[in-house]
């Protein structure tokens, strides 16, 4: 599996575009990235997951360049109500793979 | 998606006890796994439930510990044994169809509190 590393805490503010990256510089050929956001006393929820270049739903975008040793989550217009923590997991579950969670990024968002 | 149940919610137990935390799915899941979370951490993977034979447990986490049955594709209970304060936690049930496979659903959990 491999490893990914984010930055630990990350402030901004209402109405900005927030962008959190993770670094995976061993992922695997078959690899996933995905995203996960969890709020106080909730568990996990699902973002996005992409396998390359640019990913994009509802909530977020997802950019990952060609060499796919990182990926940017991207948040636009984020609101007091996208405080979390935000977990980015790489790896293939369709070969078996456990989803492990790294220690995550928690955003805080200011009025 | 699905709806994923948990209970209890919360409890505060004693100090050698047991509990098991039951974990209810609305649909017949491919995958069902048990995390623990304890305060300010990120999440711990206990193990994966195989339905119907032993669950898969990860390094540090024994079954004598940490028994877990899932007799079915919906269910699937976590029983932590012997309890003392280090156990207080939250433990979180999450399953994944295999149609969506690398997506995660999670229960809300059960918070755990040892005395």
């Known amino acids: 599996l491999a490893k990914t590393t984010q930055p630990i805490s990350m402030d901004s503010y209402e109405g900005q575009e927030v962008n959190i990256t993770c670094s995976h510089n061993?992922?695997?050929?078959?690899?996933?990235i995905t995203w996960y956001q969890q709020f106080p006393s909730q568990g996990p929820r699902f973002i996005i997951q992409g396998y390359k270049t640019k990913v994009t739903n509802e909530v977020a975008s997802l950019f990952i360049p060609a060499d796919r040793k990182s990926s940017t989550l991207s948040l636009p217009r984020v609101s007091l109500s996208d405080t979390a923590v935000y977990y980015c997991l790489v790896g293939d579950t369709r070969r078996d793979d456990k989803i492990i969670f790294g220690k995550g990024t928690r955003l805080h968002i200011l009025p | 998606s699905a709806v994923i149940s948990q209970k209890p919610s919360r409890d505060i137990c004693q100090r050698g006890t047991s509990l098991t935390i039951q974990c209810q799915v609305d649909?017949?899941?491919?995958?069902m796994f048990w995390y623990r979370q304890q305060p300010g951490q990120s999440l711990t993977l206990i193990a994966t439930a195989n339905q119907g034979s032993e669950a898969t447990y990860e390094s540090g986490f024994v079954i004598d510990k940490f028994p877990i049955s899932r007799p079915n594709l919906t269910f699937s209970t976590l029983t932590v044994s012997n309890m003392s304060p280090e156990d207080s936690s939250i433990y979180l049930c999450?399953?994944?169809?295999?149609?969506?496979?690398?997506?995660?659903?999670f229960g809300e959990g059960s918070r755990l509190t040892v005395l």
């Open positions: 649909s017949q899941v491919t995958m």
């Open positions: 999450s399953v994944e169809f295999l149609a969506e496979a690398g997506e995660l659903f």
């Open positions: 061993n992922i695997a050929t078959n690899d996933y």
